[in-house]
């Protein structure tokens, strides 16, 4: 049995590092849409911290109820 040749080594070094290339590529995807910019006229929810308005009674992700916070203004 012959030893590999460049062009052989190259495509196995490519098959070999494909799959880590792609997954440094999904993490910086995932991690570049979890920064989102958020809005400061928005409330973070007491209970699952997403985004809501200052005037809800509750909360239109979990259900959480505002009790504290009905009818304020911002």
Do not use: K, W, Y
Not at 35 to 61: I, K, M, V, Y
Request: hydrophobic share 40%; aromatic share 2%.
């Amino acid at each position: 049995m012959a030893a590999p040749g460049p062009f052989e080594l190259l495509i196995i070094g490519l098959v070999c590092l494909l799959p880590i290339i792609v997954g440094i590529v999904l993490a910086v995807v995932l991690i570049s849409r979890s920064r989102l910019p958020t809005n400061p006229d928005l409330a973070p929810c007491p209970d699952c911290g997403r985004q809501l308005s200052p005037r809800a009674t509750s909360c239109p992700h979990c259900g959480c109820p505002l009790e504290g916070q009905q009818g304020a203004n911002p």
